[in-house]
T-cell receptor
């Protein structure tokens, strides 16, 4: 059982559409991170959300941390082909004092021109 | 350029033949970690190291060994590889994991095929 559940697992959309990716858990996390991974490369950090209810924006990407710090979402406005990639959420499992990082399974996004 | 370097990038080998995947970082990071990435399972942590000479098991340590004799290097050793260790492996580092907000910097991955 994954500690962090991401949905959807796969998403294929047309350029210009909006989308939301979800990262859910039954556990409380002190913070959650979102990474993007492109083929042949390692994941690259996009953002860290720390405070419950926090919203962070990175150009057309909007990240939100749930009030209870058990879930997070990533919303992309007017998606571009360059947004194509594997989006991963990650967080420190409860009780690990920052020594560990657990990842969701990822959402594979394809934006078609 | 700040980076995490893994070698080799690709390796095809046979069951039982010992192999080592090297990982080196030039950012003076304290924390280093190894993950394997498999379809449908995401990234799973194999071993991590909080600092030199300090290593600990992650979620899937069976069949793997690591060492941290120097701050910059964190090799992953497969003493007797088996086909179920065929996977994409990533090394990562961060300044410190005591602050869980520290980003992890990943290498570009090593694709291992064990026949």
């Amino acid at each position: 059982t994954q500690l962090l559940e991401q949905s959807p697992q796969f998403l294929s959309i047309q350029e210009g559409e909006n989308l939301t990716v979800y990262c859910n858990s039954s556990s409380v996390f002190s913070s959650l991170q979102w990474y993007r991974q492109e083929p042949g490369e390692g994941p690259v950090l996009l953002v860290t959300v720390v405070t419950g209810g926090e919203v962070k924006k990175l150009k057309r990407l909007t990240f939100q941390f749930g009030d209870a710090r058990k879930d997070s979402s990533l919303h992309i406005t007017a998606a571009q082909p360059g947004d194509t990639g594997l989006y991963l959420c990650a967080g420190d499992p409860p009780g690990t004092s920052g020594s560990r990082l657990t990842f969701g399974e990822g959402t594979q996004l394809t934006v078609n021109p | 350029e700040a980076q995490v370097t893994q070698n080799p990038r690709y390796l095809i080998t046979v069951t039982g033949k010992k192999l080592t995947v090297t990982c080196s970082q030039n950012m003076n990071h304290e924390y280093m970690s190894w993950y394997r990435q498999d379809p449908g399972l995401g990234l799973r942590q194999i071993y991590y190291s909080m600092n030199v000479e300090v290593t600990d098991k992650g979620d899937v340590p069976e069949g793997y060994k690591v060492s941290r004799k120097e701050k910059r290097n964190f090799p992953l050793i497969l003493e007797s590889p088996s086909p179920n260790q065929t996977s994409l492996y990533f090394c990562a580092s961060s300044f410190s994991r005591k602050d869980s907000n520290q980003p992890q910097h990943f290498g570009d991955g090593t694709r291992l095929s064990i026949l």
